[in-house]
């Protein structure tokens, strides 16, 4: 019975430690790559840096676009502007130019 006894005692002793040796590494497993660790963290980084870049492209574009139309309003109009558009809309050329294809 003693002998008992004194086996659940070193059974205690050694099985908290390696309940909480446990417990730690499942917790730092899952910090490095759980959906919300830092793998997941860098990884919604780069995604993020990537997506401000198309962003930055996409506003400079849109910058260019905006100028050019504001050149085509009445207050504002462009006569150059203004004959380039109906050029190509037109598909028209003056009887004294010439075509340059690529």
């Not at 860098?42 to 401000?52: N, R, V």
């Amino acid at each position: 019975m003693r002998w008992l006894s004194s086996v659940n005692e070193r059974i205690r002793q050694i099985a908290v430690p390696v309940f909480a040796a446990l417990v730690v590494g499942y917790f730092a497993y899952h910090s490095m790559k759980g959906d919300h660790g830092l793998n997941a963290y860098a990884k919604l980084s780069s995604e993020l840096l990537k997506a401000e870049h198309v962003l930055r492209a996409h506003r400079d574009e849109r910058e260019v676009i905006e100028h050019r139309t504001n050149l085509l309003r009445p207050d504002n109009l462009d006569l150059d502007i203004l004959d380039e558009r109906a050029r190509v809309v037109l598909n028209l050329l003056n009887y004294n130019e010439l075509v340059i294809l690529d």
